[in-house]
Nanobody, 116 residues
Framework: QVQLVESGGGFVQPGGSLRLSCAAS???????MGWYRQAPGNQRELVAD???????NYADSVKGRFTISRDNVKNTVYLQMNSLKPEDTAVYYC???????????WGPGTQVTVSS
């Protein structure tokens, strides 16, 4: 029933910035919203998530560089990515999940490529 639409991926040079957005088709303001990424040959890993109350969690590799935020009116989660590195290159997936497992929705993925 719920579909997640991602945007903002693309090509950027090292040190550059990119902002990802992910909007849900319905109002799921009870969700924990997050971003994951997967590079070729690697498992999908958590990048960051944000609770209903605004508590954030980041992977050590992106702390200080990435910022996650949410807009419950627009039912959207954002990921501001600064000081991008080539190792940030991956497909980024947004995720809306219920705290106790009532639902777990994934976006289709958006490619982020960091290269000179």
């Amino acid at each position: 029933q719920v579909q997640l639409v991602e945007s903002g991926g693309g090509f950027v040079q090292p040190g550059g910035s990119l902002r990802l957005s992910c909007a849900a088709s319905g109002s799921i303001f009870t969700a924990i919203m997050g971003w994951y990424r997967q590079a070729p040959g690697n498992q999908r890993e958590l990048v960051a998530d944000i609770s209903i109350g605004g508590t954030t969690n980041y992977a050590d590799s992106v702390k200080g560089r990435f910022t996650i935020s949410r807009d419950n009116v627009k039912n959207t989660v954002y990921l501001q990515m600064n000081s991008l590195k080539p190792e940030d290159t991956a497909v980024y997936y947004c995720n809306f999940r219920h705290r106790i497992g009532a639902y777990n929705y994934w976006g289709p993925g958006t490619q982020v490529t960091v290269s000179s």
